[in-house]
């Protein structure tokens, strides 16, 4: 069964028949609130060689509240959401559900977020940029794999590096953030 379920809107498609299943399908969850973006995900899903459900969810409020979410095998999860951000959802998501696999989509690459998410059971962190195949992202979770992107890959590897002790010292945690960015 493949499909898309938008569960903030009461307009929902049916799912889609794209070949007779043998196995249960791949839940898959979205949490993103652009329209945009969701038939980008929606598209890039329909050359998945897997039967999968998608739903979609405007906030990180509305899905968890919805039970339909803690069914799920996968969940793609923004950062930058209006009220709850999807760090936040993360880590309660991994504490609530810890069989759902998190993936972290952003345009934000700063190492607090990255790593905020990871320590939060995030699986992956992809920037949306660098976004290019989806189903090998589903693939690749499934199997038990997890995923970054180039970028993300770099200041994860960079984080490890020695620091020089002076830079930053005496700084606040905050001045330190200020001067990250």
């Given at each position: ?15 889609k028949?794209?070949k ?13 609130n652009?329209?945009?973006y ?11 060689d ?21 069914k799920?095998?996968?969940?793609l999860l ?10 936040e ?8 559900d810890e ?7 952003s ?8 790593f ?10 992809i920037?949306k940029?660098e ?6 992202t589903?693939?690749?979770?499934m ?6 992107t ?5 200041r994860?590897?960079?984080?490890f590096k ?8 005496g700084?606040?945690e ?8």
């Open positions: 069964m493949y499909g898309l379920e938008l569960l903030d809107n009461p307009m929902t498609e049916q799912p028949q794209k007779q299943q043998t196995t249960d399908p791949i839940q898959i969850g979205l949490v993103e652009d329209p945009d969701h038939r980008r995900i929606e598209s890039e899903l329909n050359s998945l897997d039967p999968y459900k998608l739903r979609i969810w405007n906030s990180a409020e509305s899905f968890w509240r919805d039970a339909a979410a803690r799920l095998d996968l969940l923004d950062i930058k959401l209006p009220g709850m951000d999807g760090v959802l993360a880590g309660r998501v991994a504490e609530r069989h759902i696999r998190i993936v972290m989509l345009n934000m690459n700063s190492d607090r977020l990255i905020q998410a990871l320590r939060n059971g995030a699986v992956g962190y920037l940029s976004l290019n195949d989806i189903p090998a589903v693939r690749t979770i199997d038990g794999g997890a995923i970054i180039p970028t993300i890959a770099y994860v590897m960079s984080s020695k620091t020089n002790p002076v830079m930053g010292a700084l606040t905050r001045e330190k953030q200020v001067l990250e960015l």
